[in-house]
């Protein structure tokens, strides 16, 4: 079953895909599917290679899949639709214990040039209107596979999110005439405190409004809509901001820093974006302390109101430090 | 620091409360600030007497506060408002080691009272826009006191939440003359699938578009805006269903089930709500298995799209049956 359900109270479509619950959990080590099939006599991981760099696959327990079948339910109230979309999986290395955070500039380069090339050949597909790259990273966020990955969904609309912030920032640009997303970092640029690190073409910054701790957003200093539209010299610059924003979180605990990272940029529906999406990555750790989490609660979950008991300011000072400490 | 910040991104509030990140955090059980306070020469709770039957009090670690100080901080661009409200925790029970799904139909009675009541009370405040009662049981919620509680926020601001379901219910009203929650309730009721049980006067359900595998929503059967609109033998029988949907929860795996509660009515801003907001109670457990959660990863909290790896179908049939084992 691969079935999209339309909430009409909220508006809001729900995807379900039942195959998903047996999916493979924190397996041991040695049985770890994302690892290379080292020789033919070992287990056989998804990879039948005894080496690689940077591989792309399709999930095997898929929230969306191509080929969706028709939905059995639905009505006029709450119509369904195919489940239909694509889910990729972003090995970043075959090294089992490696992070994003530790592999080295020229890797995460490399990466960049694959998500921009996800971004384009999932975002050509006539039933994908948005591609979402995004990291679940650590069990705190619920991560089934340890293997250092990321994920890319090809999703058939365009998510609730990113969808909010393409009509605010196309009401900005409709009253202002500007980017409410080049305001915004211009602002932070201004203001100073919340600034992270600043490479040559991104910068990266604690939002004034952050939902999480430590939460971190890299923003493209030239307004570009994509992933796809940021120059070569663009592309190692982001490369280099990731790499500082992740060594840092990595010395806040001492331990290496679970978190989810969401990559917000223009959809891929033949809408006109141009001013209107700015290319940005959002990462939110879930720690507030070294042992202490941000759940998402009652209020967050039932009334989208979420509830911080850190000011953005100190997160970013501290956070700026520890991103300081480890490049010097 | 109390304070509300805008995030014009996806035009929501986010509120600072700095004080709360030295809140109590899992005490062990003898020093429970929310126990009686039992005889004098014990360590002193929030509560001193030496019984209770149900406690409403204010928050000692606010999320608003109803004398918050004018922000430091803000701009045109991304404006701060004081962090202006109410925050009130609410006993059920002086026993340590109940919970509500143990409570007597009389106790729960009581409480839906207490709700009503507080609905009124916090809601005639003039810098009180929205009573959000709701509750974060178990660890797994991130709950930092086991005593069995809920709480009420009094924000300044209707939450986006409740906002989309007004919104969605205004627009349903003006297109077809009808309630948008009436009409998906006697959908589920000629369904018959999803139904989990039936009162007098509230029906159980999880809904078709359902983000949690065991979510349920009672819903009252009259179209009544709030709590405060539930006529005596009304508030009875949620008391009954309450009940019995959350013995139903308790039967699925063995253990006390978490889960948030969350309940959506009409706001108090003054506007008119009739017709349009329909009470209704929603509970997300976040389990998916005794052993699996749900988490709200990069999917959800990056985008803002729920995956689900159950079917509504079938979870409804499952906590049916045992609330139906649990009734025998």
Redesign the interface.
Known sequence: ?NEL?????????????????D?T?LPPKEYCPLCPTRNEDDFPTEVPRSSYEIVVFENKFP?FVPDAPEPE?G?Q??PAAPGRGVCEVVLYTDDHAATLATADVRRIRNLVEVWADRYEVLGSLDYVD?V?I???KGEA??VTLHHPHG?I?G?PFI???????LE??RE?RERTGGC??C??LS?EHEDGRRVLTKGEHFTAFV?????FPYEAHLYARRCVPSIADLSGEERWDLARVLKRVLAGYDGLFGFSLPY???V?QAPTDGGDYKGVAHFHI?F?PPN??AE????????E???????????PEDTARELREKIEGTAS
Chains 1, 2 share one sequence.
């Open positions: 079953m359900r339309w909430n009409p109270t909220v508006k809001e479509w729900i995807s379900y895909a039942t195959h998903r619950q999916r959990f929230s339910a009505s109230l709450t948005y979402f995004f990291e679940n966020i619920g994920q969904y999703y998510p609730p999110r990113p969808q909010k912030e605010a920032a900005y409410l997303h305001a915004l602002q939002p004034f409004y952050a939902r989810m990272m969401a917000h959002e939110y507030r302390t202490k989490l941000k759940y998402l609660a009652g209020s979950t039932g009334a989208g109101v979420f509830v911080m008991d850190v000011k």
